[in-house]
């Protein structure tokens, strides 16, 4: 009976030492998942950052992207202004004074076509109404005064009056206020 005891201990030593030896094998698990969940959180921290930078990269490619189209625009929209510049200098090329006793038709005919493109540039904002101003009205006012001037236009079927369109009373009347309130400014100096 004496050895009882001593096996009862020997198998509690036994048993106690087992578990020793499995809280040692979870603890080493345990200890080896703690560490690779930590690597694995550093390359997910590690890939994140890396996600930021390209997109702020990228972002910056687009703001100076639409930089340069907002350029690109503007410097489209600036060629396609001086353009009309040669037109409209163009259209009064040709323009012989019209005669409003005898007016001559394809003279009054480029006329209205001069008084009609310079009249919605100007309505249009197109080209600098300082630069319409400044270079046509002088010949713009002059060439309206005597269409309105004119009687029956021969093969037209209408008179002068009655060619001078809405736009081109409306332009008219622009310039000639333009013209007054550039007067009234300078008189102030």
């Not at 396609?80 to 007016?103: A, G, Q, T, Y």
């Not at 003279?107 to 919605?120: G, H, I, N, Q, Y």
């Not at 005597?146 to 236009?153: E, I, S, T």
């Amino acid at each position: 009976m004496q050895y009882q005891g001593v096996e009862q201990k020997d198998f509690w030593d036994a048993v106690s030492n087992m578990i020793l030896f499995l809280s040692l094998i979870v603890s080493a698990l345990a200890f080896y998942v703690a560490r690779k969940s930590a690597a694995d959180a550093k390359r997910s921290a590690d890939a994140a950052e890396a996600s930021v930078k390209i997109a702020q990269q990228s972002c910056d490619a687009s703001i100076r992207s639409a930089a340069a189209a907002e350029q690109s625009v503007t410097t489209n929209i600036e060629m396609f202004k001086r353009e009309r510049v040669v037109d409209l200098f163009e259209s009064w090329e040709d323009i012989r004074n019209v005669d409003p006793s005898k007016p001559i038709t394809p003279d009054v005919v480029r006329a209205v076509r001069a008084l009609e493109l310079t009249a919605s540039l100007w309505n249009h904002d197109i080209v600098k109404k300082e630069i319409i101003h400044q270079s046509f009205w002088d010949d713009y006012k002059q060439l309206y005064d005597r269409l309105n001037q004119c009687g029956q236009v021969p093969q037209l079927g209408k008179t002068g009056p009655e060619l001078l369109t809405r736009r081109i009373r409306k332009a008219y009347k622009e310039m000639d206020h333009f013209d007054t309130a550039k007067e009234a400014a300078s008189n102030l100096k």
